[in-house]
Each structure stands twice: as structure tokens, then as C-alpha cells.
């Protein structure tokens, strides 16, 4: 499912938070460096680190993930997506070697596919509406993954001072039966570190 209405208001959104903030974390709606990559060490568990690898940033936003990447020491080559051109447009500068585009159709199947907090910001969209989105996205990662692919989502079970109502948190139990019951045998749910948010990750061998 894809509505250019729901989609055009997210990308309104990310714009206005990387002209504000320029390429760091909270350009892209993070609270802190530190739990940036607290989220990119949890989705590359679901990465063979013992061999070099093809990954989609499905929602790159400025390119991120490429410093975590290499600062890790690992073998691969990267191709990001995102619907926000200004996010695109620095993540060209900061990484003129590496592949970017802004229409998901443009990405080729990788090993892995990973998105980071592309589900959490619904504004107004009903609820009922943004989780048929999310499960849309989740066939695309699907298709997109040869060998497997993560995501993570704000959790439900979140303190309720914490919450606002613009975000969308989601029941984690769901979407890791619906990734076992669609997508693979080999399913982990990762809502043991200290976010307000769990981690999935989809192995297809």
C-alpha cells in the first residue's frame, strides 16, 4: 500500500528535520549519536559479518549507516533509499562512492535489507491505515532480500509519559508472527536493549 498523501506528509516532515539539524542525529528524528547506533548494531545482527555482503538502507536518510559500516570493519557494498530528496541530496555529499535513490522501484535485490525508524512517524494517518503501509513495506524488504532483512518499530509497551501521539507504536508480538507465519522460519525479536523500541530480523537461511 502506498499513499502519496501519507507518504508526501512524512517527507515534509524529514525535510524540515535535516534543514533544521543538517546531517546528524536528530536531522533524521534521533535523540542522540548513541542510540543511532545502538539501532544500527541491533538490525546488523541479522548480517553474516564473516563474509562481504550487498544492503539496502530501505529509508537511508543522510547515509548513516555507511560510517557505523565501515567503522565496524565490514565487507559490503550499500545502495540507500529514501522519499526525502533532501536527505538523498546530503547523503551525496558525505558519500559521493556510494549508491543512492529516492524511488524505491530503483533498488535491486541485496543479501540483506535494513530500515531504521521508517514506521515510527504516522502524524495524523489512522492507525488502522499506517500498519497496512508498514505490512506493504515489509513485502518490499521481502522481495528486496536475498538472505534476510530487519526493521524496527517503537513498542507498545512504552512508558505512556513518553508517548506522543503523532508516533505509531506498535504491538511486537504481531509482527514477529506475521514475519514467522510470511516470510521465514528463522525470526528474532530483539526488545532486550534500553529503547523505547524492538527490533526484528527476518533470516531466510
Not at 564473516?50 to 537511508?60: A, K, Y
Amino acid at each position: 500500500m502506498r499513499s502519496d498523501s501519507l507518504l508526501s506528509r512524512v517527507q515534509e516532515y524529514y525535510d524540515e528535520k535535516i534543514r533544521t539539524h543538517g546531517p546528524t542525529a536528530l536531522g533524521v528524528d534521533w535523540n542522540s549519536p548513541e542510540s543511532q547506533q545502538l539501532r544500527f548494531a541491533q538490525l546488523l545482527k541479522v548480517v553474516n559479518h564473516n563474509r562481504s555482503f550487498t544492503l539496502n538502507d530501505f529509508g537511508c536518510g543522510y547515509g548513516a549507516l555507511i560510517d557505523y559500516l565501515e567503522r565496524s570493519g565490514l565487507k559490503f557494498q550499500y545502495a540507500g533509499f529514501d522519499i526525502s530528496s533532501e536527505m538523498i541530496a546530503r547523503a551525496e555529499d558525505l558519500h559521493p562512492h556510494s549508491s543512492f535513490v529516492t524511488e524505491e522501484g530503483e533498488l535491486r535485490q541485496a543479501d540483506y535489507t535494513v530500515a531504521s525508524g521508517i514506521f515510527n512517524v504516522r502524524l495524523k494517518t489512522p492507525e488502522t491505515e499506517w500498519k497496512k503501509y508498514i505490512l506493504a513495506v515489509l513485502e518490499t524488504m521481502n522481495s528486496l532480500s536475498k538472505s534476510g532483512f530487519a526493521f524496527n518499530i517503537l513498542t507498545k509497551y512504552s512508558d505512556a509519559e513518553f508517548m506522543r501521539s503523532h508516533l505509531y507504536y506498535a504491538d511486537p508480538l504481531f509482527f514477529f508472527d506475521h514475519c514467522k507465519t510470511n516470510y521465514s522460519r528463522f525470526v528474532t525479536l530483539l526488545h532486550d536493549y534500553p529503547l523505547y523500541e524492538f527490533t526484528i530480523l527476518v533470516r531466510k537461511e
